[in-house]
Nanobody, 120 residues
Framework: QVQLVESGGGLVQPGGSLILSCVAS????????MSWYRQAPEKQIELVAT???????NYEDSVKGRFTISRDNAKHTLYLQMNRLKLEDTAIYYC??????????????WGQGTQVTVSS
């Protein structure tokens, strides 16, 4: 079995910073693309940032220049450095990994989410 567990969410003032982490564990053979998504209240889930196993990154326009996605392949860990946070960044943040299990199955795996609240 595979588990993804996020951490690092919390309450922060506008302009502040947070670092989210997502650790993947279990019967993992190889991790390909890893991503952060978020879902704000009464809104659809949206892709925030993606990082390929090559290190190539992509960002949603509203977070470019403020958020940085990175990964530690040896630790099966994904990060999201969030700077200059805005009220509209408030959401539940989810990590997703496309990976191959030791049973040679490739699929999408999601974490349970971590709440980020930006408020004064």
């Amino acid at each position: 079995q595979v588990q993804l567990v996020e951490s690092g969410g919390g309450l922060v003032q506008p302009g502040g910073s947070l670092i989210l982490s997502c650790v993947a564990s279990g019967t993992i053979s190889e991790i390909y693309t890893m991503s952060w998504y978020r879902q704000a209240p009464e809104k659809q889930i949206e892709l925030v940032a993606t990082i390929a196993d090559t290190g190539t990154t992509n960002y949603e326009d509203s977070v470019k220049g403020r958020f940085t996605i990175s990964r530690d392949n040896a630790k099966h860990t994904l990060y999201l450095q969030m700077n200059r946070l805005k009220l509209e960044d408030t959401a539940i943040y989810y990590c997703k990994a496309v990976l191959m299990t030791t049973g040679r199955r490739v699929g999408n795996y999601w974490g349970q989410g971590t709440q980020v609240t930006v408020s004064s």
